[in-house]
């Protein structure tokens, strides 16, 4: 097979790079993960700070099985798949594998593109600069908002109007922005409790 075809399939995928750490914000935080990275994204959030990932001709194309070998060096087995934008593939070959293997699959996605792939958790955080495909909305377990203007309350109620009860609502402060909105996200959660704040520790902390 191509090595075209085979990304196509999903049983090969460009990978950024992939690294064991700790979840640093969502409702996973806290715990060890192995992180894959894979390149693309077609989103263009303008504060993006992985903005070379968006190639991905620039990134490795590796099999599923190499991936997952990779994966099981390492003690944990809560593997969070993210990007750029992961959807961008056809996940569910790495996802069975990975599960078959005693994974649990954790995905981080904006949504943009048709959902794929067995998941145990599913963090949505939707972006101004490419509307999500309506798959996602069933399947999001968490919906995750980045708060970097102030018209990003209004964003994310809309998107919470739409996915199913019981998903996860969190409302995380833009890295840059965090001393801006502070006051104006406790007060948001605050008066709306069905929100929560996410923040990210892993940056707080320095931890890669
Ligand atoms: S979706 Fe993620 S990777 Fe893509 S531009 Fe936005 S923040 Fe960057």
Partial sequence: MQIKEAVSSGSMLPVMEAFYTIQGEGSFTGHAAYFIRLGGCDVGCVWCDVKESWEAEKWPVKSIEEIVAEAEQHPGRLVVI???EPLMYNLDPLTELLKSR???????TSGAHPFSGKFDWVCFSPKKFKEPHP???QVADE?????FHKSDFDFAEKHASKVREGC????????????TFTEQIVNYVKSNPNWKISLQT?????IP
């Avoid at 969190?170 to 001393?179: H, I, M, R």
């Avoid at 892993?202 to 320095?206: A, E, G, L, R, V």
């Fill in 143 to 147: 919906l995750k908002v980045v708060i």
């Fill in 202 to 206: 892993h940056k707080f902390m320095d």
């Fill in 168 to 179: 996860v609502k969190l409302l995380q402060p833009e890295w840059s922005k965090a001393s």
């Fill in 135 to 137: 798959s996602i909305y």
């Fill in 102 to 108: 005693g994974f649990q699959t954790n995905i981080e």
């Fill in 82 to 84: 993210t990007g750029g």
